[in-house]
């Protein structure tokens, strides 16, 4: 998982959250192509209340010496995270959410890899469980997350089955200041049941980012010459 959607309308905003979160998501600008080390919508708890902040896509703990890391953060196993000397620490003490209307996923099976995008069936918000981390050797801090990732299958095939842990609406507040779950139980959770379909490789751009990525599209359309090759699209999806 390299990109995913935050273009949340007001309607999609489940009731079980406050009117605050509602509007802090909704009011924000729809982005169509979020990629990493950019800033997202985020969940987390502030003052024992629920609060959408914006962070950075890629974890940066708060002991690097740099606002950065030499490897990918956007990312953790949800069985290897909590006992990682990267993930741990937020894993027991900074968990958050991501809201998203989906994400999109290469399908590597055949000849040229195809993009996709994944949503739930219903057309329902997602909320994906993350950790996230403050990094403070510098001003101003910097305030950083990854997305836990798990075997999925409800993922449709031929996709791989691996992406985010969903969580319901009426877990979040839970998830974001309960103790520390175990994390063979959280994987239990129940996932909503997704679809996916291809779109056009000008994901791969970080410069395009607006509705026309969410437009299905043939696979085997030709690639259009003056496309930017991003570099994750070198690297495996989770």
Not at 2 to 9: D, E, L, N
Not at 88 to 116: E, L, Q, T
Not at 149 to 154: G, I, K, R, S, V
Request: include cysteine.
């Amino acid at each position: 998982m390299r990109r995913f959607v935050q273009a949340i309308a007001p309607d999609a905003v489940p009731a079980a959250l406050s009117v605050d979160i509602a509007s802090g998501l909704s009011d924000a600008p729809p982005r169509y192509n979020i990629a990493s080390n950019g800033d997202a919508l985020v969940l987390v708890m502030h003052d024992d209340e629920m609060a959408v902040d914006t962070l950075r896509w890629g974890l940066v703990p708060r002991w690097s010496k740099m606002p950065e890391t030499p490897y990918s953060t956007i990312t953790a196993r949800l069985n290897r995270a909590p006992k990682s000397r990267i993930f741990a620490r937020p894993w027991a003490f900074r968990r958050c959410v991501i809201p998203m209307n989906g994400y999109y996923k290469w399908d590597r099976s055949g000849a040229r890899p195809v993009p996709h995008f994944i949503q739930s069936r219903t057309g329902e918000l997602l909320f994906a469980a993350g950790v996230w981390d403050l990094w403070e050797r510098e001003l101003p801090p910097l305030a950083s997350f990854a997305l836990l990732t798990m075997a999925n299958a409800a993922i449709p095939a031929p996709l791989s089955p691996d992406g985010p842990l969903f969580l319901p609406a009426k877990a979040l507040r839970t998830w974001l200041s309960g103790p520390a779950p175990d994390p063979a139980r959280i994987a239990g959770t129940p996932q909503p049941a997704l679809e996916a379909y291809p779109v056009s490789r000008r994901i791969r751009s970080r410069d395009v980012d607006d509705y026309t990525l969410l437009e299905p599209a043939m696979p085997e359309a030709p690639e259009d010459a003056d496309e930017t090759r991003d570099p994750d699209d070198d690297i495996d999806d989770d």
